[in-house]
Each structure stands twice: as structure tokens, then as C-alpha cells.
């Protein structure tokens, strides 16, 4: 049995996306400063999105995830997995112990992580009842473009809808001209499908 996965080196800031890409996709000026922090936020945001519904992680970060078995190791619970740093365990005599580098091999076969005992080895005893520590190096070195424009896609979509008063579907400024919305949903239907469709080969489904 697999238990929540911890961060303990977070990603830095709004990483992978900056607030260049994510002007551009709004079509907000660059020296438009006023809206910076609203815009990092959606881009936390998007991030957090995409990394719930797929159940990966998105930018590097490094993890603490703790199992009871070495065979749990089978399938491990986060993805993609760049680097094991170290496994900790507690051995029969009750100390603790760090597996050997050369003792196990990680594997990734896409979004599927899994670790197995290097060839001629076997995992060693443990204390019953003891869990083993694995701490990890994950998310993606060069995030796939798909998953990019996954977040520029929700970010634009949280961003269309600042500013403009939801039981409103025209507005006239005397002088300047009109803007109209779409009071149907279509265009956030057919924005939250096409994020769907790029998150889809990247998605890990839990553990049963």
C-alpha cells in the first residue's frame, strides 16, 4: 500500500509557464503590469489542474512517498519519475537502512513508474510493520507541448471571465463601439474539451 506522496522541493513559482506566453495567449500588452498577480495565479492554477486530473506531476519537484511492502514497488503511485534519490527502509534488527544505487533499477514506460531489484538481487528483509521511504526527483524535465497548451488554454479561459458581469450579453460604450458575450456556454464547452483531449495520453488512472 502506496500513502500520499509529499513535495519537499517545490517547483519554482509559476513554472513551466511565464507571463510572456501567457500575455501573448490573452493577448495582454507586455508592459501591461496590472494584472501580474492575477495572472500568476491562474497559472497556478492551471498547473494544479492539470496535475490533479492527470495525477502526474507537471515542472520538477522533489517528492517523499512512503510505502509498506517492496512489493508495492510494482507500480509506483507518481509520475514521471526523472531520478530515485534514495530508499530508506527499516531492517529485521530494527535499523535504519539505505538501499544501495546499484541494488534497483527504475523503469518508466510512459506514465506508468515502476521499480524492480537490480538483476541477481531481491529486496532485502524489513521490520514488520516498518514503511519504506522513497524520495524522488519527479515531473517532467521538458514539459510535452500538449500539457502547455492545456495550461494556456485554462488560464485564457479563467481570464475571459474577469471583468465582464456574467448576466450581461452586450455591452455599448457610446463613442467606442459594443462587445458581446456568449451567453451559451459553447466556447467554454468546446475550450474545456480540447483541454481534455490534450491531458488525455497523459493521464495515470489510481491505483486499485
Known amino acids: 500500500m502506496w ?63 512512503k510505502c509498506d511492502r517492496f512489493c508495492d514497488f510494482t507500480r509506483v503511485p507518481v509520475a514521471p519519475v526523472q531520478s530515485v534519490e534514495t530508499i530508506t527502509y527499516v531492517d529485521t534488527t530494527g535499523d535504519d537502512q539505505v538501499l544501495d544505487d546499484e541494488a534497483f533499477e527504475l523503469r518508466n514506460d510512459g506514465m506508468t513508474v515502476s521499480i524492480v531489484p537490480a538483476h541477481g538481487t531481491r529486496w532485502p528483509a524489513i521490520q514488520p510493520g516498518s514503511r519504506i521511504i522513497v524520495r524522488a526527483v519527479v515531473g517532467f524535465e521538458t514539459v510535452p507541448a500538449e500539457l502547455l497548451s492545456a495550461m494556456l488554454l485554462h488560464v485564457r479561459s479563467q481570464y475571459g471571465m474577469t471583468g465582464s458581469d456574467v448576466n450581461l450579453k452586450k455591452k455599448v460604450v457610446d463613442g467606442i463601439g459594443s462587445r458581446e458575450w456568449d451567453m451559451t456556454g459553447a466556447v467554454d464547452a468546446i475550450t474545456r474539451q480540447a483541454v481534455a483531449n490534450f491531458l488525455e495520453p497523459f493521464r495515470c488512472w489510481p491505483l486499485a
Request: aromatic share 4%.
Open 3 to 65: 500513502y500520499p506522496a509529499t513535495v519537499v522541493i517545490p517547483p519554482d513559482g509559476t513554472d513551466p509557464l511565464t507571463l510572456e506566453q501567457v500575455k501573448r495567449q490573452c493577448g495582454i500588452a507586455l508592459s501591461d503590469t496590472e494584472l501580474d498577480d492575477t495572472l500568476e495565479l491562474m497559472m497556478k492554477a492551471a498547473r494544479g489542474h492539470v496535475e490533479r486530473y492527470c495525477s502526474i506531476y507537471v515542472p520538477s519537484q522533489t517528492v517523499v512517498v
